[in-house]
Structure formats: C-alpha cells, structure tokens
Nanobody, 129 residues
C-alpha cells in the first residue's frame, strides 16, 4: 500500500519560510517522478515542483521559481520542499504526489498533475501580509 504523509505546513507572515516534508511508504521515490502541487480555494491545482530523485531533473512552477528548493533522502524515502520569501498568494493546501517512472521526468517536460498516481492528504500553508 502506497502512503504519502505531508507535514510542515503552518501560518507565517510574508517573507517567512517553511519546510514541508513528504514521507513515502510503499513506493521507492528514487525510481519515480515526485511532485508538489498546491490548490487554493476556487482555483485549479497548480504545479509547485516536480522532481526526479533518481536523476535530479527538476521543474519549478513559474510563480515560485527562485523561492523554493526541493530535495530528498533516499534512505528515509522522504521528499522536502523548502519555501522562502513566502507571499500571501502562496496560501494554499500543498500536496505531495508520486508519479510515473523517472524516464518521464527526463523527457524534458514536467508531467502534469493528472499523470501522478498517488497523493497525500495535504498540508495547509497560510501566509499573512
């Protein structure tokens, strides 16, 4: 059984930082594309970062480029998302997702959210001005 458990969300003021984590079981992250997505009320799900731990190919969403860093630990089968200089528009539920094999992330374009197979329950990030 595949499980993804996000943590690290919370409430911060604009300019602050948060580090989200995604602990994965039943799915070896080094073999697959992993992603962070977010969704704010009334808005579509948006890509934050897509990452292949096996090849280090990384795609960042345009709205967060330069402010986030994605990393992983194979031994812990865990993914992290470091978010700095947070803005009120970053307020959303953040989801970790496990997706297709690494080769898909090596193709040159990021897989879309509907290409991901497994999702966590999400962790809320709220940024106040």
């Amino acid at each position: 059984q595949v499980r993804l458990l996000e943590s690290g969300g919370g409430s911060v003021q604009a300019g602050g930082s948060l580090r989200l984590s995604c602990a994965v079981s039943g799915y070896t992250i080094s073999n697959y594309c992993m992603g962070w997505f977010r969704q704010a009320p009334g808005k579509e799900r948006e890509e934050v970062a897509v990452y292949a731990p096996g090849s280090f190919n990384t795609y960042y969403g345009d709205s967060v480029k330069g402010r986030i860093t994605i990393s992983h630990d194979n031994a812990k089968n865990t993914l992290w998302l470091q978010m700095d200089n947070l803005k009120p528009e970053d307020t959303a539920m953040y989801y970790c997702a496990a997706g297709p094999h690494t080769w898909r992330c090596d193709r040159g374009d990021a897989p879309r959210y509907n290409e991901f197979y497994y999702w966590g329950q999400g962790t809320q990030v709220t940024v106040s001005s």
